[in-house]
């Protein structure tokens, strides 16, 4: 397949060219990522994956759009982006929230909307979601964590209360992922309200012994 990308200078340095939506991305990727997903989560890890996704997915999406492509690229493009899965750990809901504004981010900038205002319009409006939304004085964090208690416990209400025992810290929320009556486990996944573990409990959780 022969394809060409037919991208003038005078074409990538006008107001709607791509020089324009690359600036836009780059500014937009960059308030999200570290200006407000860092500041809030402090997860360096997830901003190297948020800024290269985004700008993997932008320079993707000019080659689609600006070149003579055929449609089945572009459907294979997002058929990939949906069977994606980030193994190396599970994220936490406002973790995948942010990747979701990055890929947004990257898909409204590279392609040509007639005009950069327009396109700075739905950037921001991208980035003003998340900075509402998740800012700290509107809702109260919390944080999700699993927990092995090294005996079963079937009743939902005495487990609540052996949990918040041993953390220490209010449960919101409780829900038991396995009972195993042969190794004699319980895991449970909670969520407490951020600021109430002690230090030495860490971010992710782990096992209680109670015997």
Do not use: C
């Amino acid at each position: 397949m022969v394809w060409s990308v037919p991208l003038s200078l005078a074409a990538i340095l006008e107001p709607s060219g791509l020089g324009f939506r690359l600036l836009i991305d780059t500014v937009a990727i960059a308030a999200l990522a570290i200006g407000l997903f860092y500041r809030r989560h402090r997860r360096s890890d997830l901003v190297v994956l948020y800024v290269v996704f985004n700008v993997g997915l932008f320079a993707a999406v000019v080659v689609i759009s600006e070149g003579e492509v055929i449609a089945a690229v572009g459907f294979g493009l997002f058929a990939v982006l949906s069977i994606i899965r980030l193994r190396a750990e599970q994220l936490t809901f406002a973790e995948i929230a942010y990747f979701f504004a990055a890929i947004v981010l990257g898909l409204v900038t590279a392609v040509d909307l007639g005009g950069a205002d327009r396109t700075a319009a739905l950037a921001a409006l991208v980035l003003v979601a998340p900075a509402i939304i998740d800012h700290p004085g509107l809702l109260r964090a919390s944080r999700r964590m699993e927990i092995t208690l090294e005996r079963v416990v079937p009743d939902v209400d005495e487990l609540r209360h052996a949990v918040e025992e041993r953390l220490g810290a209010r449960v919101v929320a409780l829900e038991v992922l396995d009972l195993d009556y042969v190794r004699e486990v319980t895991r449970v996944e909670v969520h407490v309200l951020d600021g109430a573990l002690p230090a030495s409990t860490g971010r992710r959780g782990g096992a209680l012994g109670s015997k």
